[in-house]
C-alpha cells in the first residue's frame, strides 16, 4: 500500500523561506512520477513541479525560480524548497506520485498526500 505524508508546511512572512518533506512508502521514487501540487480556496488544483523517473524536473511559470523540488531516494523522501514566499503562495500543498505514463500522471495522480498547510502573511 502506497502511503505519502507531507510535512513542513507553516506560516511565514512575504520573502521568506520552507522546505516541504513527502514520506513515501510501498512506492518506488525511480519507478515513476512525482511532484507537488497546491489548492488556495476557492481556486483549481494547480500543478507546480514534476519530477520523472529519469530525472528531469519541470516547474509551473509561478514558482520557477523560487521552488526546487528534489529527492532524497535513501531516506525515500521527497522535498520541495520553497524561497521568496508571496502571500499568493498560500494554499494547501499536496504531495503526489504516479507510476504510470505522463498522460496519467497529468490527468490524474494515482496516489496522494493528505496535504499541508502553508500560509505567507505579514
Known amino acids: 500500500q502506497v502511503q505519502l505524508v507531507e510535512s513542513g508546511g507553516g506560516s511565514v512572512q512575504p520573502g521568506g523561506s520552507l522546505r516541504l518533506s513527502c514520506v513515501a512508502s510501498?512506492?518506488?521514487?525511480?519507478?515513476?512520477?512525482m511532484g507537488w501540487f497546491r489548492q488556495a480556496p476557492g481556486k483549481d488544483r494547480e500543478l507546480l513541479t514534476s519530477i520523472a523517473r529519469y530525472g528531469l524536473a519541470t516547474y509551473a511559470d509561478s514558482v520557477k525560480g523560487r521552488f526546487t523540488i528534489s529527492q532524497d531516494t535513501s531516506k525515500n523522501t521527497l522535498y520541495l524548497q520553497m524561497n521568496n514566499l508571496r502571500p499568493e503562495d498560500t494554499a494547501l500543498y499536496y504531495c503526489?506520485?504516479?507510476?504510470?505514463?505522463?498522460?496519467?500522471?497529468?490527468?490524474?495522480?494515482?496516489?496522494w498526500g493528505q496535504g499541508t498547510q502553508v500560509t505567507v502573511s505579514s
Open positions: 510501498g512506492y518506488t521514487f525511480s519507478g515513476g512520477w
Open positions: 503526489a506520485a504516479d507510476r504510470r505514463d505522463r498522460v496519467a500522471w497529468l490527468l490524474q495522480p494515482e496516489y
